[in-house]
């Protein structure tokens, strides 16, 4: 008995071992503060394949981050892009897309963004993540802060469309109509 556990044991962890490392994932974040701070990060991670990942942060009158990671493997295309903006004077903005195309058909994609108004101090952040594996995922996240007042506003989108199954060709099937006539 113990040794059939230890086959089920290891076969389960196998099993949940291959299934994670069979995507490729793409995700960054990018936050920006008016007053002269701001930040990026980008990872891709596939199976095999070829991928990048690039950050840009600028700090001055205007503080800006950008984060871009975007690579292709044995289960599609995942691209994933962050940015924020905070000028000294003026409203602060954070902003991400992403988007991954399944080889088996599945289209994930998400967005978000958020804008921090008045106050002394603004901050802002956006991040995002998608993978290519079955079926795919996609998710966003963008917030902000304002201190002394401001207001912050927020929103995110996120759509999974799954893979149809294979109907056939469209001319194959338009002349097996035209024959039942």
């Not at 230890?6 to 099993?15: R, V």
């Not at 002269?36 to 981050?65: E, P, V």
């Not at 008045?118 to 304002?146: D, I, K, P």
Request: glycine fraction near 14%; proline fraction near 2%.
């Amino acid at each position: 008995m113990r040794l059939l556990t230890a086959y089920t044991f290891g076969f389960a962890l196998s099993t949940a071992c291959v299934m994670t490392t069979l995507a490729g994932e793409a995700s960054t974040n990018a936050w920006a503060q008016n007053t002269g701070s701001a930040g990026a990060t980008a990872n891709w991670d596939g199976d095999g394949g070829k991928g990048i990942a690039r950050t840009d942060t600028r700090t001055g009158k205007i503080n800006l981050a950008r984060g871009l990671a975007v690579g292709i493997d044995r289960d599609g295309l995942d691209l994933s892009f962050s940015h924020a903006i905070a000028p000294q004077r003026g409203p602060a903005y954070a902003g991400t897309f992403n988007l991954s195309i399944g080889r088996d058909g599945s289209v994930s994609h998400s967005y978000g963004g958020a804008i921090a108004q008045g106050g002394s101090t603004r901050s802002v952040e956006a991040t995002g993540a998608t993978s290519s594996r079955w079926n795919g995922t996609a998710l966003a996240s963008a917030g902000g802060n304002t201190t002394r007042g401001g207001t912050v506003q927020a929103r995110t989108y996120s759509r999974n469309d799954r893979a149809q199954p294979y109907q056939g060709r469209p001319v194959v099937r338009l002349i097996k109509r035209l024959r039942n006539r």
